[in-house]
């Protein structure tokens, strides 16, 4: 099967200027994550997806970040303005249902470079 | 926050060595998942344990878990080269998972 598909890989903007990252899942897949991943550390769920619904947003930054997940498939993630603090590796992940107990399958990440 | 916290924060060892890996975490949990992430990828799933199991074996790879101290182990046998990576655990809170932030392991040929 064709794996969690995202782009671009690389994105290098200067702080304040917008940036968005694109995630498509594994088909058949309910359920969708966005984590930001900063250098040494574990990924860090930004937002849960259950088909076009948001499940937990609570780590979201508001009043900069949003994502949408049109039709329950691919999913975007933007970020405005972005504040060099948002340098990391943003993953996409998908898995079957939002139970904890089903593994996650990550894209390869887009890692985000802030001038 | 990250729950699961791992240990040590980095190994390196000769290849054909046992490696083992150890994460704590602090909330009770119904499922305990470990996850491998080689440099510049995103994270593979290895393997999941349940709160009801105590040890779980996939190929050169073993996992226990002690409820009673909230800790569980990876251990890999026989290392090779291509283990070199990052091992994460992860806790299933709800219906999320929470990521420790990693072992970094490197395995010497």
């Known amino acids: 099967e064709a794996g969690v598909a995202q782009s671009p890989r690389y994105k290098i903007i200067e702080k304040r200027q917008s940036v968005a990252f694109w995630c498509n899942p594994i088909s058949g897949h309910a359920t969708l994550y966005w984590y930001q991943q900063i250098l040494g550390q574990g990924p860090k769920l930004l937002i849960q997806f259950q088909n076009n619904g948001v499940v937990d947003d609570s780590q979201l930054p508001k009043d900069r970040f949003s994502a949408e997940r049109l039709k329950g498939v691919d999913s975007t993630l933007k970020i405005q303005p972005a504040k060099l603090e948002d340098s990391a590796v943003y993953l996409c992940?998908?898995?079957?249902?939002?139970?904890?107990?089903?593994?996650?399958?990550f894209g390869d990440g887009t890692r985000l470079s802030i001038l | 926050s990250q729950q699961g916290e791992e240990d040590p924060q980095a190994l390196s060892i000769q290849e054909g060595e046992n490696a083992t890996m150890n994460c704590s975490y602090k909330?009770?949990?119904?499922?305990l998942q470990w996850y491998r992430q080689n440099s510049g990828r995103g994270l593979v799933h290895l393997i999941l344990?349940?709160?009801?199991?105590r040890e779980k074996h996939s190929g050169r790879l073993r996992v226990t878990l002690d409820t009673s101290k909230k800790s569980s182990s990876l251990l890999i046998t026989a290392s090779r080269a291509a283990d070199t990576a990052s091992y994460f655990c992860a806790t299933g809170d709800g219906n999320k998972l929470v990521f420790g932030a990693g072992t970094i392991l490197r395995v010497k040929s």
């Open positions: 909330t009770s949990i119904n499922n």
């Open positions: 992940a998908s898995s079957l249902s939002s139970a904890a107990n089903q593994p996650q399958h």
């Open positions: 344990i349940r709160s009801n199991e």
